[in-house]
């Protein structure tokens, strides 16, 4: 059973940093992409930031330059630095891998359970 925890967020005040993890455990084959979404009250999941597996990074436009995705493969683990945060990065943030647990499992998405951001202006 593939696990995926999210740690890191809290409150902050606009112009602050914070660092977000996602750790993994349980059974992982292979990694094709791992990432970050975002969900704010009454809006969509969306896209903050991914990286493959060759290591080539993409970003949400809205946090271009403020944000940056980083990997520790050897811990199986992800990051999410963030820098100049605003209000409107207030949401929940989800960590996801999309992986196979087991070489002869299909690609699958894996999420965790969410981290609350929230910038106060």
């Known amino acids: 059973q593939v696990q995926l925890v999210e740690t890191g967020g809290g409150l902050v005040q606009a112009g602050g940093s914070l660092r977000l993890s996602c750790a993994a455990s349980?059974?992982?084959?292979?990694?094709?992409?791992e990432g970050w979404y975002r969900q704010a009250p009454g809006k969509q999941r969306e896209l903050v930031a991914t990286?493959?597996?060759?290591?080539?990074?993409n970003y949400a436009d809205s946090v271009k330059g403020r944000f940056t995705i980083s990997r520790d493969s050897a811990k199986r683990a992800i990051y999410l630095q963030m820098n100049s945060l605003k209000p409107e990065d207030t949401a929940v943030y989800y960590c996801?891998?999309?992986?196979?647990?087991?070489?002869?499992?299909?690609?699958?998405?894996?999420w965790g359970q969410g981290t609350q951001v929230t910038v106060s202006s």
């Open positions: 996801n891998k999309n992986m196979r647990a087991y070489a002869w499992s299909q690609l699958r998405d894996y």
């Open positions: 349980g059974s992982i084959s292979s990694i094709n992409a």
């Open positions: 990286i493959t597996s060759g290591g080539s990074t």
